[in-house]
Structure formats: structure tokens, C-alpha cells
């Protein structure tokens, strides 16, 4: 009895949502945490990038991100042989997903800088200088293909190996 008015209450939700977006989600608490996410929890909107996207400075992301992000994430931000990325949860998102790649720089680097809690996602405040932070976002807005880096070595058995 209880349950039945939350039910009703979240379906009229789900299709008012559903009716408002191009390609309905398939979850509705999906839809409302990405949200407010993307509106409300992550700031920095309109921060800037001070660093140039030069070739040496994505390579210089893509080398702090090796350090400190691929455990999680994968060598191409894609969770390539993380095994655990589906199974978190939230589960680990692609960096390459359109979900992501539509916050802007500065809530990149928000995100880098504060982490998302509760999730698994940590804050590199006081860890990453402010360089190291602005220069992984430009080694995610280039992201390299699925798979093309080969694995994080955490997770190819070679971690005892002399
Ligand atoms: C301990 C595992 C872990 C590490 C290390 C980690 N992340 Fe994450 N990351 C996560 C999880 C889990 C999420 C999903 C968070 C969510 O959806 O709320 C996430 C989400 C993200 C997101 C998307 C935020 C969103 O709105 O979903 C970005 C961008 C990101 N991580 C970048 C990084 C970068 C860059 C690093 C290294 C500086 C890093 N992460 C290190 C686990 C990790």
C-alpha cells in the first residue's frame, strides 16, 4: 500500500522526463542525477583552460593521468581491463561518453580537483598541482580509441613477475 503512490508519483515522472529528451534514458534516476550533476553539484562552468592543447602538453596529461587515473579508468579513460568498473556504484563512466565530454573544461577539472562523493571517485586536491589538473583535461578532450593502449599492467598478471 505504501509503495503504490511513490510508483504512481515516479512513472509520471519518468514520462514527463522521457517526453523531453531525444533518446529517453533508461533510467530515470539516471536522467535526474546527471542533471543535477551537470547543473548544480559540479562547478567551475566557466573556468578556462589556461594551458594550450600543444601535442607535448596531452602528452604530459596523458602521462600524469597513467599515474593517477588508469587504476580506475583505463589507459584511454575508457576502462579498458579495469575489471572492476561495473561493478562500482556508481560504475565507472567512459571519459569518452558524450555524458562526460559535455561538461566543460572547468568542470573537468572540478571534477579532477573535488572528486564526486560518495562515490569511488577521489579528489586530487592537494595531490595534483594545478597544472597536472588542467593539463589531464586536455588528454581527455583527446582521448585516444577504445583499447588502443593496451591495458593498465595492475591487471595484466605481471605484478609479481622478476
Ligand atoms: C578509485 C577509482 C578512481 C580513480 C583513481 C579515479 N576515478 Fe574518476 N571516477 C571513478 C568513479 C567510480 C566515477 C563515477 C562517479 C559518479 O558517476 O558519480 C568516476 C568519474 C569520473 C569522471 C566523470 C564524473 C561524472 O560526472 O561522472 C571524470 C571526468 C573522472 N572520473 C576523471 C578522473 C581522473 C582525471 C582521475 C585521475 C586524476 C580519476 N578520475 C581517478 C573512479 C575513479
Given at each position: 500500500?505504501?509503495?503504490k503512490?511513490?510508483?504512481?508519483?515516479g512513472?509520471?515522472i519518468?514520462?514527463?522526463?522521457?517526453?523531453?529528451?531525444?533518446?529517453?534514458?533508461?533510467?530515470?534516476?539516471?536522467?535526474?542525477i546527471?542533471?543535477?550533476?551537470h547543473?548544480?553539484?559540479?562547478?567551475?562552468k566557466?573556468?578556462r583552460n589556461?594551458?594550450?592543447?600543444?601535442?607535448?602538453?596531452?602528452?604530459?596529461?596523458?602521462?600524469t593521468?597513467?599515474f593517477?587515473?588508469?587504476?580506475?579508468h583505463?589507459?584511454?579513460?575508457q576502462?579498458?581491463?579495469?575489471?572492476f568498473?561495473?561493478?562500482?556504484?556508481p560504475?565507472?563512466?567512459?571519459?569518452?561518453?558524450s555524458?562526460?565530454?559535455?561538461?566543460?573544461?572547468?568542470?573537468?577539472?572540478w571534477?579532477?580537483?573535488?572528486?564526486?562523493?560518495p562515490?569511488?571517485?577521489?579528489?586530487?586536491?592537494?595531490?595534483?598541482?594545478e597544472?597536472?589538473?588542467?593539463?589531464?583535461?586536455?588528454?581527455?578532450?583527446?582521448?585516444?580509441p577504445?583499447?588502443?593502449?593496451g591495458?593498465?599492467?595492475?591487471?595484466?598478471?605481471d605484478e609479481?613477475?622478476?
Open positions: 500500500m505504501r509503495g503512490p511513490i510508483t504512481i508519483a512513472t509520471m519518468s514520462i514527463a522526463l522521457t517526453a523531453c529528451r531525444a533518446t529517453p534514458p533508461t533510467h530515470v534516476e539516471t536522467t535526474v546527471d542533471w543535477t550533476k547543473n548544480i553539484t559540479v562547478r567551475g566557466t573556468d589556461p594551458i594550450p592543447a600543444t601535442p607535448e602538453k596531452i602528452e604530459s596529461g596523458k602521462q593521468f597513467g593517477y587515473c588508469v587504476v580506475c583505463g589507459r584511454d579513460g576502462n579498458t581491463g579495469v575489471p568498473a561495473k561493478a562500482l556504484s560504475p565507472i563512466p567512459s571519459l569518452a561518453s555524458e562526460i565530454q559535455s561538461y566543460t573544461d572547468g568542470q573537468l577539472k571534477v579532477i580537483e573535488n572528486g564526486i562523493a562515490s569511488g571517485m577521489p579528489a586530487s586536491k592537494g595531490i595534483l598541482s597544472d597536472d589538473m588542467w593539463t589531464i583535461v586536455l588528454f581527455l578532450r583527446h582521448l585516444p577504445a583499447g588502443s593502449l591495458e593498465p599492467r595492475a591487471y595484466t598478471g609479481y613477475e622478476k
